[in-house]
């Protein structure tokens, strides 16, 4: 394995660190700051696909220091990515479902309610948690046109 595969890797497990880290904090936001006038109660599926996709990634990163560059599980390991970024992307999704009457509110704005900065902070988050995971299973699975080819014509 070259140098820029190896380099290539560690940027996808760093960008899994850090969307990892936006998960967690997304999730503390929501929990702290998620029940309003709007939504009397915190979203399960919030929480299930926001708290899945943050142990799914931890249990990667852990094996992904666990496992060697050359070993075979790290193939399944960068298409693990890909399921943390879409678990991130439906917690995501159901945030902004959860928040529908409190969106449609501020866009009739029949009674002046405002955008309120703690939903910008969550949406912020949990956008910005799931971007990093798909970045990271990009930079995972990205090869070098090239190289794949001359693997194929040696095998």
Request: net charge neutral; glycine share 8%; hydrophobic share 55%.
């Amino acid at each position: 394995m070259d140098k820029n595969r190896i380099a290539e890797r560690k940027q996808a497990w760093a960008l899994l660190t850090v969307s990892l880290l936006f998960q967690l904090c997304s999730l503390a936001v929501y929990v702290l700051t998620g029940v309003t006038e709007f939504t009397p109660a915190l979203s399960l599926r919030v929480l299930g696909f926001g708290g899945s996709s943050l142990i799914l990634g931890l249990i990667l990163l852990i094996a992904g220091k666990m496992v060697g560059e050359e070993h075979a599980l790290k193939k399944l390991l960068d298409y693990g990515l890909f399921l943390v970024y879409a678990l991130g992307l439906l917690a995501w999704l159901f945030y902004l479902t959860s928040e529908i009457n409190y969106i449609a509110n501020i866009l009739v704005a029949i009674d002046g309610t405002g955008v309120s900065s703690f939903f910008v902070l969550r949406a912020g988050l949990f956008l910005a948690a799931w971007l990093l995971a798909l970045l990271s299973a990009i930079a995972a699975g990205k090869r070098n046109p090239i190289e794949a080819n001359s693997e194929q014509e040696v095998a």
